[in-house]
């Protein structure tokens, strides 16, 4: 069984920025790709970012293209999310997953992925 554990959200101004990151731990773990997605209340969960586990790619939604960037350390087994310029309307819920099997990033939804963590909060002030 794999566990992802998200952490570094918080609070912060608009215009700031925050790094967060998921660490993988249980079995061997090696995931084809990671993405990290995010819930803003009342709102579906969507995709933000995804990386191949070789680190070959990356992939952005357009609304953070340039803001944000997705990396991985294969030994740590750790993925990274860092948030730069952030605005008000990057508030909330951010969810790393794991999907073990082979896709495009551009691909990747919310109902293929095969592991998921359980969030932590970003809050953007304006």
């Known amino acids: 069984q794999v566990r992802l554990v998200e952490s570094g959200g918080g609070l912060v101004q608009a215009g700031g920025s925050l790094r967060l990151s998921c660490a993988a731990s249980?079995?061997?773990?090696?995931?084809?790709?990671m993405g990290w997605f995010r819930q803003a209340p009342g709102k579906e969960r969507e995709f933000v970012a995804a990386v191949y586990w070789s680190g070959s790619s990356t992939y952005y939604a357009d609304s953070v293209r340039g803001r944000f960037t997705i990396s991985r350390d294969s030994v740590r087994n750790t993925v990274y999310l860092q948030m730069n310029n952030l605005k008000p309307e990057d508030t909330a819920a951010y969810y790393c997953?794991?999907?073990?099997?082979?896709?495009?990033?551009?691909?990747?939804?919310?109902?293929?992925?095969?592991?998921w963590g359980k969030g932590t909060l970003v809050t953007v002030s304006s």
């Open positions: 249980g079995r061997p773990f090696s995931p084809y790709a």
């Open positions: 997953a794991a999907k073990m099997g082979v896709t495009v990033l551009a691909a990747m939804r919310v109902d293929g992925m095969d592991y």
